[in-house]
Nanobody, 125 residues
């Protein structure tokens, strides 16, 4: 089970840190991802972190602004979001993949077996 929290209302240019706590499985044994979904749009890949190497991948539009990290001791994955823009407004979801996939495949919704409930992020202009 995954539980995401930390969303909220922030002004453009502000920051938020989302957390995703895992229970029943360890984040160190899964490739973890963050996605977002705005109203009327498809769920969109944001970032991923590999289970063994800790390698990361990002959506181009968030590179340099967002950072994904993992604390194995706390069994938690984070998404630090800086320089937020109104277009970042969406419901943000964390997800876990137990499959052995190449990095590029981890950008797909279908790569993930487990999903959190989502947390709303609203960025005002």
């Amino acid at each position: 089970q995954l539980q995401a929290f930390g969303g909220g209302l922030v002004q453009a240019g502000g920051s938020l840190r989302l957390s995703c706590e895992a229970s029943g499985r360890t984040v160190s044994r899964s490739d973890m991802g963050w996605f977002r979904q705005a109203p009327g749009k498809e769920r969109e890949f944001i970032a991923t972190i590999r289970r063994a190497s800790g390698s990361t991948g990002y959506l181009d539009s968030v590179k340099g602004r967002f950072s994904i990290s993992r604390d194995n001791a706390k069994n938690t994955v984070y998404l630090q979001m800086n320089s937020l823009k109104p277009e970042d407004t969406a419901v943000y979801f964390c997800a876990a993949s137990s499959r052995r996939l190449i990095m590029s495949r981890l950008r797909a919704v279908s790569a993930y077996d487990y999903w959190g409930q989502g947390t709303q992020v609203t960025v005002s202009s």
